[in-house]
């Protein structure tokens, strides 16, 4: 079956980095767009960043743009998300997800367990 395994999650002050890797398996993940969201305390489920199925073309949301990178590695059934210059609002508990078509825009079928981020001094 889909298994999508978030890692890299942890403390870090504002203006820090991290970066984060999600493994997938059970799909061909090399024909699937992919996607982070995030869920920050309190609040619901928030689209973060998308990438399409070779790599090529990515997307973010405007809060993220300029800060946020998101790629793939499809020869490792890795997807990634470097960020850089958190700040406070970023902290969230992040998940990959896949695409059940082709993408974009149909929302999410699978998605992991999820891996904490918080942004604090």
């Known amino acids: 079956q889909v298994q999508l395994v978030e890692s890299g999650g942890g403390l870090v002050q504002p203006g820090g980095s991290l970066t984060l890797s999600c493994a997938a398996s059970g799909f061909t993940f090399s024909s699937y767009w992919m996607y982070w969201v995030r869920q920050a305390p309190g609040k619901g489920l928030e689209w973060v960043s998308g990438?399409?199925?070779?790599?090529?073309?990515?997307y973010y949301e405007d809060s993220v743009k300029g800060r946020f990178t998101i790629s793939r590695d499809n020869a490792k059934n890795t997807l990634y998300l470097q960020m850089n210059s958190l700040k406070s609002d970023d902290t969230a508990v992040y998940y990959c997800?896949?695409?059940?078509?082709?993408?974009?825009?149909?929302?999410?079928?699978?998605w992991g367990q999820g891996t904490q981020v918080t942004v604090s001094s």
């Open positions: 990438i399409d199925s070779g790599g090529a073309g990515t």
């Open positions: 997800a896949k695409d059940p078509n082709n993408g974009p825009g149909n929302g999410y079928d699978y």
